[in-house]
């Protein structure tokens, strides 16, 4: 990226700057020359790798170059059918490209489809075009809800910028002509033209992010972090128990060169999950494809697992739970000496487009004869009004009737709450004599606006879902509170009538009401923030859905933060989902997809880890005990492919929506461990009674693959329950490929005749491990319940620190 930023700075000084006129812009030739120059504003960091960066990053693994080490060792010794691990090494490689180049093109797709786009002007008329193909000196025509993609100076007009996403402030600041504008923040409300001063890797959000590439990798967490955690301390105790191996089979057993590698190997194959992390980004890859062909663009895999863990959705009424449009019901007139609709048409034909409220009231009443205004204040959140300044004697406000009345307010309650509690938004045009806004003395009243905002048809189903699967409903808007509950009552949201008004709440009272309230009303920005962080502060896992410029704070605070492709430019942007279609009632199957996703990754990793835990303790007991670890590479791979590989890869797909629990690395390890541990009291029962009654280690080694079979078997049979048509297959199908393989190739998986002596030893061992795994599962349940109470009492207290700091 150096050198690519030393071309451009080189190329720069070949361009002479331009100042453009904003009626104007750049000519066709200009715009030419800045795109052979490089001036373009490309980004700097590709949101998916490249299919080179695939292959070698699945090709050249920590363990995989292990496998290979091991491999070179087995030819060496000429154990040529102990390579057998190298198959499914190689298929796993394989079905790992494939699986993540189709998910990386699925995201392309979706990504181009999303691509945010700005309006500029060439050539004396807008065009618009993508944001990366803003060129330096473009002017850029900026409204609300765009976000900023290059830095940029403003030629004229005026906006209120939020820089919360670049700087952490949340302030509003106003922006008029000759300010900067920095890029990555966006526009709350006004509309301007302005420059573009640096793009590409010279702007600001640019020399952030190679600055933040430079200083850390990307964050990992949740379910990831506890395997590269998991993977990490097992890539570290690999090499001293090689090591340890190596030596005890060979000063103390007196071992040769061959048979010492093929145990030794046979030890480091077991403790490798070579499967587990490919499962893992192969379920989440296809899980990726699924969603996208439910037109969802995943921003964030990690969002998949939080999805699945979601106990709380915060979503907002306008858009969300209505429809993203909104219709002009009534006007009713306050004053008989002014024409409401006189002053309507005039004050919206002077308003930028800022939210959907704005676009219906100019799809209604702006005219191309209104009077030109002398000064214009964009709509304020803070605020919830808007100003339009034709003289010093003539103002007008519109806004909420409770912000723009003030002690007037209750001469007209009686009429308003007539209409918001039908669900109607009420807004009130008046005539005012103070300054932006401010309101201090009493305005005069001209006319109440009535607009209808109708309930999505498919919300009721939607919320009746998310009450089935246990999941808290927040509404969490700007309009009155009695205005919502109406709406949340349509929608067959439980608790609608559980509203409150937050007008002059403070924030450590929201955070002690978060929980008790189903419905919010006359929220600002930075009070939706507030709420998701109490929320997440009471240990709940909070998913917040929103479409406006006024849900990004909040959203960005969100465990996970979901979309409609139909809002602001920016709200797509730092969304961890966003819905193409902008549907809500494609949410409960999106939920659903996480839910399936993370509790089948728990149940087919619990198998992976039964083989890791059980050769990792074999293999420790064997360096300090007097006998060799058992078991060959070839007997390795044969039980791990049929009782681990398989079926693993089956279950991880079929169709689970309960709601997740506990932690990832703790749920697993306490489902493997019955299993695992029965696997090494029968492994050890057999080395004891070789030794005892003097039976050949190929017998023993033998008589333990056999078992663990069995064992795997069991488990598989515990995990299938109930059983469908498919858990059905894997159940018959697999011990009949176990038992042919045996009775096929027993030479090749180094399987020596038993004899009567073994096949005694194999019957006792057999009977037991039902009741071994029966007993041993108890015990391990009973303890992994009060574990994961203390665990969970730790986590949340943590929690709690961690968001109060």
């Not at 979706?110 to 000196?137: A, F, Q, W, Y």
């Not at 009345?405 to 309650?413: H, N, Q």
Request: charged share 20%.
């Amino acid at each position: 990226m150096a050198n690519r930023n030393d071309k451009t700075q080189n190329l720069n000084k070949d361009i002479s700057r331009f100042d453009a006129d904003p009626e104007l812009g750049l000519t066709s030739s200009q715009v030419n020359e800045r795109i052979s120059a490089g001036m373009t504003n490309k980004s700097v960091d590709s949101p998916t790798k490249t299919v080179k960066e695939i292959i070698l990053g699945n090709v050249f693994t920590y363990f995989n170059i292990i496998f290979f080490a091991i491999a070179a060792a087995l030819i060496l010794v000429r154990s040529f059918n102990n390579l057998s691990f190298l198959v499914i090494i190689t298929v796993n490689l394989l079905i790992g490209i494939v699986q993540e180049i189709n998910s990386k093109r699925t995201l392309d797709s979706l990504t181009l489809m999303n691509e945010p786009h700005v309006s500029v002007i060439r050539n004396g008329s807008c065009e618009v075009v993508k944001c990366e193909d803003i060129v330096l000196d473009d002017v850029v025509l900026f409204s609300a809800g765009n976000q900023i993609c290059a830095d940029c100076i403003v030629l004229y007009g005026e906006v209120q910028v939020n820089e919360s996403l670049v700087t952490g402030e949340s302030d509003e600041i106003k922006k008029a002509q000759g300010d900067k504008l920095l890029s990555g923040s966006y526009v709350v409300s006004g509309e301007c033209r302005a420059k573009a001063d640096a793009v590409g890797a010279d702007s600001f959000v640019s020399r952030l992010t190679l600055d933040a590439k430079k200083s850390k990798k990307n964050v990992i967490r949740g379910m990831m972090l506890s395997l590269k955690r998991l993977i990490q301390v097992i890539g570290i105790l690999i090499i001293p128990m090689s090591i340890g191996l190596l030596v005890r089979h060979h000063f103390s057993l007196d071992m040769g060169i061959r048979e010492n590698v093929q145990s030794t190997a046979g030890a480091i194959i077991g403790m490798i999950p070579e499967g587990l992390y490919l499962l893992v980004n192969v379920t989440l890859a296809v899980s990726v494809i699924k969603l996208a062909k439910k037109n969802t663009l995943v921003h964030d895999l990690g969002c998949i697992e939080t999805l699945a863990h979601v106990d709380t959705l915060c979503v907002d009424k306008t858009g969300t739970i209505t429809e993203n449009n909104m219709t002009v019901e009534n006007v009713i007139a306050l004053q008989n000496s002014v024409d409401p609709l006189k002053v309507l048409e005039d004050f919206v034909s002077n308003m930028s487009v800022d939210n959907i409220t704005m676009k219906s009231l100019k799809e209604n009443f702006s005219v191309e004869n209104a009077r030109p205004a002398v000064k214009v204040v964009p709509f304020s959140s803070e605020t919830k009004t808007s100003m339009v300044y034709f003289s010093e004697r003539e103002k007008y406000v519109l806004g909420a009737p409770e912000y723009v009345l003030k002690d007037r307010y209750a001469e007209y309650r009686e009429m308003i709450d007539k209409y918001v509690l039908l669900g109607r938004r009420v807004l009130v045009i008046a005539l005012s004599v103070d300054d932006e806004a401010s309101l201090t003395e009493k305005p005069v009243p001209i006319a109440l606006v009535i607009l209808t905002n109708k309930v999505r048809a498919e919300a009721k189903y939607t919320f009746e879902y998310f009450e089935r699967q246990g999941v808290d409903i927040k509404v969490i808007s700007g309009d009155n509170p009695r205005t919502v509950s109406a709406a949340a009552k349509e929608a067959g949201i439980p608790g609608y009538n559980n509203a409150v008004d937050l007008t002059g709440y403070s924030d450590e009272k929201i955070a002690e009401i978060a929980g008790d309230y189903t419905v919010f009303g006359r929220v600002r920005p930075e009070q939706k923030r507030t709420l998701i962080r109490a929320l997440k502060r009471e240990g709940h896992t909070v998913a917040m859905t929103g479409d406006g410029v006024n849900d990004i704070l909040a959203m960005k605070d969100a465990d996970c933060s979901i979309a409609m492709a139909s809002g602001s430019d920016v709200t797509c942007q730092i969304a961890h989902l966003v819905l193409m279609k902008s549907q809500f009632s494609s949410l409960p199957s999106v939920v659903a997809e996480g839910r399936q996703v993370i509790n089948n990754i728990e149940r087919s990793a619990a198998l992976f880890l039964v083989k890791n835990i059980f050769s990792f303790t074999l293999a420790l007991i064997s360096i300090f005990a007097v006998f060799a670890y058992p078991l060959q590479p070839v007997q390795i791979s044969l039980v791990s492919g049929l009782t681990i590989g398989i079926p693993s890869f089956v279950l991880a797909l079929e169709k689970n929506e309960k709601r997740v629990s506990g932690k990832f690395l703790f749920n697993v390890i306490s489902a493997a461990l019955p299993t695992a541990i029965t696997n090494l009291i029968v492994s050890l029962g057999v080395i004891l009674f070789a030794a005892a009654f003097d039976i050949d280690t190929a017998v023993s080694s033998s008589i333990i693959t056999l078992l663990m079979g069995l064992a795997g078997f069991s488990m598989i049979y515990r995990l299938c329950r109930p059983f469908n048509k498919i858990r059905t297959a894997l159940m018959v199908g697999l011990p009949i490929l176990f038992i042919s393989a045996l009775i096929i190739m027993p030479s090749f998986f180094e399987i020596s005749p038993l004899g009567f002596g073994g096949w005694l030893i194999f019957a006792v061992f057999a009977l037991l491990i039902p009741s071994i795994t029966y007993v041993l599962s108890l015990g391990v349940e009973k303890l992994s319940i009060r574990l994961q109470k203390r665990v969970d009492k730790f986590l949340k207290r943590r929690s709690v620190l961690r968001n109060e700091r």
